[in-house]
């Protein structure tokens, strides 16, 4: 389940369970359907990256480049739906810094670059705090605290 908010207004929501999943916000509800489900389930691991070899995904190292003036693995990620992407991870501590994608949609298509930064600890896992978009217009997340198993009803898990 994942739910993003300004202030009280829920601007997305979608969950994925067993399956089944949708996506909830300003324009309704609605059943996540092919690719969208097949995406949803890929992501459903809160590390996804962990998975990409048992969803049967072909993960290549394509060399080491520079990412915000520092090296950085790059690896080449295709699904077994041909989505194609490619992630960055730091040489120094293996921590994920940039994803890159290109998304086709009604409007076009267009490439899109994830930032990943300001890593801290919490529950003996290391998170992103701030997370900057660059999907033809930039959007900076940052998270001002980080849970891990806390105060989660199960019912947020329910696609019912």
């Known amino acids: 389940a994942m739910e993003m908010r300004m202030g009280p207004m829920t601007l997305q929501k979608m969950v994925y369970s067993a399956g089944a999943g949708f996506m909830d ?6 059943e996540l359907m092919d690719q969208e489900l097949a995406d949803a389930r890929e992501n459903a691991a ?4 962990a998975n990409y070899v048992a969803l049967g995904h072909q993960v290549s190292l394509t060399g080491v480049v520079e990412v915000e003036g520092r090296k950085a693995y790059r690896l ?14 730091d040489v120094e501590s293996g921590l994920k810094v940039r994803r890159t994608e290109t998304q086709v949609t009604p409007q ?3 490439e899109v670059t994830t930032d990943y930064g300001d890593h801290r600890t919490v529950s ?10 660059n999907a033809g217009m930039s959007m900076v997340f940052e998270a001002r ?16």
């Open 76 to 89: 080449r990620v295709l699904t077994l739906s041909d989505k194609l992407f490619t992630e960055y991870y």
């Open 46 to 49: 809160p590390f996804p990256e």
């Open 145 to 160: 605290s980080i849970d891990v198993n806390k105060g989660i009803a199960t019912s947020v898990f329910s696609t019912q």
């Open 25 to 30: 916000g300003p324009d309704g509800r609605r």
């Open 124 to 133: 003996g896992l290391k998170f992103p705090y701030v997370i900057k978009q």
């Open 108 to 110: 076009g298509t267009f």
